[in-house]
């Protein structure tokens, strides 16, 4: 079955530094990659998306590069903020079946101190 | 354009009892998802739903159920409630276009005593 596989949190960091959380995945065929984001109280929110090999996702600062040939989907940041802290999901969807079944990494937490 | 909807979303029930949980999502959306999470398990699928049809389960017990309505909302029930099912319910909702992205609500936090 598919599965992804996240680094274990948490992770501090001090503002500006460089943030990059693992993400690896197993799954058949050809998934779609994404990276959701929750911030505390809240539901989940979409932060960037991959549909293809080599395809880069990126928003508000955020990047993560589809690499097939290590089956992996590293998020990264080049200067974190206190803002940022919140929880990170790696997630896949099989794009085999019709289906809306997103599977879900355990999450990263993420802490960036001032 | 309102987002996905959770009502109720703070419930304390007792072991044994049964609880309904609802979801409205954003208009245009025909899928509706269900997921629990936990901070041992994370995010666990529980089913899918896209025009009032059930697509897909996960592995959960049968006392785990859930429907869709002609209008898209969406309701899930858990009966005889045990301890383990205290969690973070929350509902996505996404495009008739099925790109995969997922548009979730703040979810329903249940207690169980």
């Known amino acids: 079955g598919n599965s992804v596989t996240q680094m274990e949190g948490p992770v501090t960091l001090s503002e500006e530094a460089f943030l990059t959380i693992n993400c690896t995945y197993t799954?058949?065929?050809?998934?779609?990659l994404f990276w959701y984001v929750q911030y505390p109280g809240e539901g989940l929110q979409l932060l960037l998306k991959?549909?293809?090999?080599?395809d880069k996702g990126s928003n508000k600062g955020f990047e993560a590069t589809y690499r097939k040939e290590t089956t992996s989907f590293h998020l990264e940041k080049g200067s974190v903020q206190v803002s940022d802290s919140a929880v990170y999901f790696c997630?896949?969807?099989?794009?085999?079946?019709?289906?809306?079944?997103?599977?879900f990494g355990t999450g990263t937490k993420l802490q960036v101190i001032p | 354009k309102a987002g996905v909807t959770q009502t109720p979303r703070y419930l304390i029930k007792t072991r044994g009892q049964q609880v309904t949980l609802s979801c409205s999502p954003i208009?245009?959306?025909?899928?509706v998802s269900w997921y629990q999470q936990t901070p041992g398990q994370g995010l666990q699928f529980l089913f899918e739903?896209?025009?009032?049809?059930?697509?897909n389960k996960g592995n959960f017990p049968g006392r785990f159920s859930g429907r869709q309505f002609s209008n898209s909302r969406s309701e899930m029930n858990v009966s005889t409630l045990e301890l383990g099912d205290s969690a973070l319910y929350l509902c996505?909702?996404?495009?008739?276009?099925?790109?995969?992205?997922?548009?979730f609500g703040e979810g329903s936090r249940l207690t169980v005593l």
């Open positions: 799954a058949t065929g050809y998934p779609s």
């Open positions: 739903y896209f025009s009032e049809t059930q697509r």
């Open positions: 208009s245009g959306h025909r899928s």
């Open positions: 997630a896949l969807r099989d794009n085999s079946g019709g289906y809306q079944k997103v599977t």
């Open positions: 996505a909702s996404s495009l008739p276009a099925n790109t995969g992205e997922l548009f």
């Open positions: 991959a549909t293809k090999a080599d």
